[in-house]
C-alpha cells in the first residue's frame, strides 16, 4: 500500500508517509456559554513562515505556548516563534522524512516519527537529539507524548502500536493493534487511555497501562480509512477524521457518533484537525482544497473559511491560550501560515472542565 494516505508519500530519497495531523488547546469540548449565542470567528493571516525545502507535514505548538515545531519531508524540524516569526533551532537527525512530532509536556522535549522506521527524542533547548528509538519494521507515521511525558506511543504502517519508555528508550509493550497502516495515535488527559486509529476503518481505545483493548468504535455504515484521531481537551469525547471527506465526535464510553462534520475536502491525505477553545468551542480541520476549516462544535455549522495555501492544508494546531491557529501544506507551498483573531472577535473562553 502507498506510505501516503495521511501525508502524502513522497517517491524519492526524502521519504515521507505523506498523511497526519492534529493537536489541541486545553479546555473542553463542549457548548459555547448557555444562554449566549456564540460570535463567529474572524480569524485573519498574520504570519507566513518559510524555510522547509519540501513538503510539511505537521505543525504543534509547545504546551507553554512559546514556540511552534513544524516537521517536513525535508527531514527536519524548525522552530519559530509564533508571535514573531522568528526562527529558533533547526532539528536534524532524521535519515528520510518526518510525519508526525510531540511535545512533552514541560515544552522542553519534541519526540519525533519519522520514514526512517525511528522516534528521535530532541532536547529543545539546544537543539540536540538526546535518544533513537528502534523497533517499528515500516514508517512511523504518528507519535504522542503521555501527559506525565515518561512514556510516548507511536503507531506504525507496520500495523502496530508501540509504547516506549522515555528515560531507558525501550520499547515496554507492542500491540497487534491493526490489520492496516496506524494513522494517528493519542492520549487522553490523564494518560490512562490511548486512541489509534486505521486505515482498517477502526478507531481502538487502550489501557496505556495493560495494553487491553477496552473498545473498538466502527461506523457501520461506512468501513472507510480513519485518517485521524484525538480526544477532546476534557478527554470525554473522541474527534475522528475518515477519508470520506467527514469529521466526527465520538463518545468513546457508550461508541456513539454525536456529531458529524462535513463541507471540507478530505478522502486522499491523513489531514489533521484540532479543538479551538480559547474563544468560542470550534472544530479545526485542514483540507485539500487548500483550505483551513473551522466549524461550530455544537451546531456543526462552518463558520470560517480559511485560504492561502497553495498546496494541501495538510496540517492545523491552536495555540493553548491565544486565539492563533497554524497551517502548514504540502509540496506546492511549503509554508507554515499563522492566523489570528482577537479577543472580541469570538465568544468568550471556554471553561476548563
Request: proline fraction near 3%; include cysteine.
Given at each position: 500500500?502507498?506510505p501516503?494516505?495521511?501525508?502524502?508519500?513522497?517517491?524519492?530519497?526524502?521519504?515521507?508517509?505523506?498523511?497526519k495531523?492534529?493537536?489541541?488547546?486545553?479546555?473542553?469540548?463542549g457548548?459555547?456559554?448557555?444562554?449566549?449565542?456564540?460570535?463567529?470567528?474572524?480569524?485573519?493571516?498574520?504570519?507566513?513562515?518559510?524555510?522547509?525545502?519540501?513538503?510539511?507535514?505537521?505543525?504543534?505548538?509547545s504546551?507553554?505556548g512559546?514556540?511552534?515545531?513544524?516537521?517536513?519531508?525535508?527531514?527536519?524540524?524548525?522552530?519559530?516563534?509564533?508571535?514573531?516569526?522568528?526562527?529558533?533551532?533547526?532539528?536534524?537527525?532524521?535519515?528520510?522524512?518526518?510525519?508526525?512530532?510531540?511535545?512533552?509536556?514541560?515544552?522542553?522535549?519534541?519526540?519525533?516519527?519519522?520514514?526512517?522506521?525511528?522516534?528521535?527524542?530532541?532536547?529543545?533547548?539546544?537543539g540536540?537529539?538526546?535518544?533513537t528509538?528502534?523497533?517499528?519494521?515500516?514508517?512511523?507515521?504518528?507519535?504522542?507524548?503521555?501527559?506525565?511525558?515518561?512514556t510516548?506511543?507511536?503507531?506504525?504502517?507496520?500495523?502496530?502500536?508501540?509504547?516506549?519508555?522515555v528515560?531507558?528508550?525501550?520499547?515496554?509493550?507492542?500491540?497487534?493493534?491493526?490489520s492496516?497502516?496506524?494513522?494517528?495515535?493519542?492520549?487522553?488527559?490523564?494518560?490512562?487511555?490511548?486512541?489509534?486509529?486505521?486505515?482498517?476503518?477502526?478507531?481502538?481505545?487502550?489501557?496505556?497501562?495493560?495494553?487491553?483493548?477496552?473498545?473498538?468504535?466502527?461506523?457501520?455504515?461506512?468501513?472507510?480509512?480513519?485518517?485521524?484521531?484525538?480526544?477532546?481537551?476534557?478527554?470525554?469525547?473522541?474527534?475522528?477524521?475518515?477519508?470520506?471527506?467527514t469529521?466526527?465526535?465520538?463518545?468513546?464510553e457508550?461508541?456513539?457518533?454525536?456529531?458529524?462534520?462535513?463541507?471540507?475536502?478530505?478522502?486522499?491525505?491523513?489531514?489533521?484537525a484540532?479543538?479551538?477553545?480559547?474563544?468560542?468551542?470550534?472544530?479545526?480541520?485542514?483540507?485539500?482544497?487548500?483550505?483551513?476549516?473551522?466549524?461550530?462544535?455544537?451546531?456543526?455549522?462552518?463558520?470560517?473559511?480559511?485560504?492561502?495555501?497553495?498546496?494541501?492544508?495538510?496540517?492545523?494546531?491552536?495555540?493553548?491560550?491565544?486565539?492563533?491557529?497554524?497551517?502548514?501544506?504540502?509540496e506546492?507551498?511549503?509554508?507554515?501560515?499563522?492566523?489570528?483573531?482577537?479577543?472580541?472577535?469570538?465568544?468568550?473562553?471556554?471553561?476548563?472542565?
Amino acid at each position: 500500500m502507498e506510505p501516503a494516505g495521511k501525508r502524502a508519500k513522497t517517491d524519492d530519497g526524502g521519504g515521507q508517509s505523506s498523511m497526519k495531523g492534529v493537536s489541541s488547546g486545553g479546555g473542553a469540548a463542549g457548548g459555547a456559554a448557555e444562554g449566549k449565542k456564540a460570535l463567529n470567528p474572524n480569524y485573519q493571516p498574520s504570519l507566513i513562515l518559510r524555510g522547509h525545502e519540501r513538503a510539511v507535514s505537521t505543525v504543534k505548538f509547545s504546551p507553554d505556548g512559546k514556540w511552534l515545531a513544524s516537521a517536513s519531508a525535508d527531514r527536519t524540524i524548525r522552530l519559530w516563534s509564533p508571535n514573531t516569526g522568528e526562527a529558533g533551532h533547526i532539528l536534524r537527525g532524521h535519515a528520510l522524512g518526518i510525519s508526525d512530532i510531540s511535545w512533552s509536556h514541560d515544552s522542553q522535549y519534541l519526540c519525533s516519527g519519522s520514514d526512517d522506521k525511528c522516534i528521535n527524542i530532541w532536547d529543545v533547548a539546544n537543539g540536540t537529539k538526546l535518544k533513537t528509538l528502534k523497533g517499528h519494521t515500516n514508517y512511523v507515521f504518528c507519535v504522542n507524548f503521555s501527559p506525565a511525558s515518561n512514556t510516548i506511543v507511536s503507531g506504525s504502517f507496520d500495523e502496530s502500536v508501540r509504547i516506549w519508555d522515555v528515560k531507558t528508550g525501550r520499547c515496554i509493550r507492542t500491540l497487534p493493534a491493526h490489520s492496516d497502516p496506524v494513522s494517528a495515535v493519542h492520549f487522553n488527559r490523564d494518560g490512562t487511555l490511548i486512541a489509534s486509529a486505521s486505515y482498517d476503518g477502526l478507531i481502538r481505545i487502550w489501557d496505556a497501562q495493560s495494553g487491553q483493548c477496552l473498545k473498538t468504535l466502527i461506523d457501520s455504515e461506512n468501513n472507510r480509512p480513519v485518517s485521524f484521531v484525538k480526544f477532546s481537551p476534557n478527554s470525554k469525547f473522541i474527534l475522528a477524521g475518515t477519508l470520506d471527506n467527514t469529521l466526527r465526535l465520538w463518545n468513546h464510553e457508550t461508541g456513539k457518533c454525536l456529531k458529524t462534520y462535513r463541507g471540507h475536502k478530505n478522502d486522499k491525505y491523513c489531514i489533521f484537525a484540532a479543538f479551538s477553545v480559547t474563544g468560542g468551542k470550534w472544530i479545526v480541520s485542514g483540507s485539500e482544497d487548500n483550505s483551513v476549516y473551522l466549524w461550530d462544535l455544537q451546531s456543526k455549522e462552518i463558520v470560517q473559511r480559511l485560504e492561502g495555501h497553495t498546496d494541501v492544508a495538510i496540517a492545523v494546531d491552536c495555540h493553548p491560550t491565544q486565539n492563533l491557529i497554524a497551517s502548514a501544506s504540502l509540496e506546492g507551498d511549503r509554508s507554515v501560515r499563522l492566523w489570528r483573531a482577537s479577543p472580541s472577535s469570538s465568544s468568550s473562553a471556554a471553561d476548563n472542565e
